[in-house]
């Protein structure tokens, strides 16, 4: 029925049906691979940080509760360990494979650690927005979202030079993405896990382009009840999907597959491990498998994706 899910309907259910777009992605490759690191230690609910409770998400302690109005030591160190042992470890892993990933980066998280912030950027990733704060914006008031935003952006500004021009808020609201676009300078967002390939939306007035993220082949479930229980079990996992989809892409219809990863989570050395025989698979494809960052991503669409009938692409994004 017209109008009962809303006019127009906010959510679209369709997307590209039966008959997807080819990605064109450089080299014919199959898939696009995006690696994804989340750095959010540092940034979590804590007291120190003026919150009223402790963190109670992703960590070794599954199923944890917040404690309200006290300080959580266990989770505190648990998250400590990202930013002081687990990033190091990925980083390793990563340059020493010349493999290129995303950064999504908490502001708060970025200030505390500088270190680590330069080394993301020597390493040549991309360092997206994971907004300032590692917290739920369900509940937050639009100002305070809104300030939150231009200061994560003013974090990279200082310590990279540049503004962002990806966006993960994490746990956003509705308003979310508009507040996201009328910062300026986001030319995608990644708030969405609704498709195997970018897409457009226009509810805002003009093309807006969202690169879907995954909560699926991602190291979170490792601290979820029933998710990963070793590393071996994540690698098979992730080769699944990928062989998966190269030979969906390889049948006429190439896709995007995203991988999540956390300092404290694959950070520690038997999952890493999984990460590290999951890179090698990826490397053996070759030319079918195109790794690299969400930005690429972002502008080889706007370079071969832009919507008829909207202009032409805003140079800025190509």
């Keep these: 029925m017209a109008g009962q899910y809303g006019t127009p309907d906010p959510r679209d259910v369709v997307g590209y049906g039966a008959n997807p777009p080819d990605p064109k992605w450089p080299h014919g490759a199959k898939v696009a691979l995006s690696l994804v690191l989340n750095y959010e230690e540092g940034a979590e609910n804590c007291l120190l940080h003026g919150d009223g409770e402790s963190e109670k ?4 302690m599954v199923g944890a509760s917040a404690i309200k109005g006290q300080r959580h030591a266990n989770m505190e160190s648990l998250y400590d360990y990202g930013a002081r042992a687990g990033f190091w470890r990925l980083h390793r892993l990563l340059t020493s494979r010349r493999v290129p990933c995303t950064v999504f ?3 708060m998280a970025l200030e505390r650690n500088e270190e680590a912030a330069k080394a993301m950027q020597s390493a040549g990733w991309e360092i997206a927005s994971h907004g300032y704060r590692w917290i739920d914006y369900q509940e937050v008031d639009e100002e305070t979202e809104r300030d939150h935003i231009a200061k994560t952006v003013a974090v990279h500004e200082r310590l990279f030079g540049s503004k962002p021009v990806g966006m993960y808020q994490g746990k ?20 969405s896990y609704a498709d195997d390939l970018p897409y457009w939306t226009f509810e805002f007035g003009k093309p807006h382009l969202i690169v ?19 590393g071996g079990e994540f690698v098979t996992y992730l080769k699944d999907s990928l062989d998966y989809m190269v030979a969906e892409g390889r049948a006429g219809h190439p896709r995007m597959m995203s991988v999540g990863l956390h300092c404290r989570l694959v950070g520690r050395p038997g999952r890493a491990a999984g990460l590290a025989a999951f890179l090698s698979h990826a490397l053996g494809y ?3 498998v195109w790794i690299t960052t969400r930005e690429q991503i972002a502008r080889h669409w706007y370079r071969h994706h832009y919507p008829a009938g909207h202009g ?4 800025h994004a190509l």
């Design 57 to 60: 998400l992703l960590s070794e």
């Design 212 to 230: 879907p993220y995954t909560l699926s082949e991602n190291d979170m479930r490792f601290a979820i009840p029933n998710g990963f229980s070793h």
């Design 286 to 288: 070759g030319d079918e």
């Design 105 to 107: 980066a908490c502001g």
């Design 172 to 191: 956003p609201n509705v308003n979310t993405r508009k507040f996201v676009i009328d910062q300026g300078n986001f030319i995608y967002d990644n708030d």
């Design 312 to 315: 032409e692409a805003p140079t």
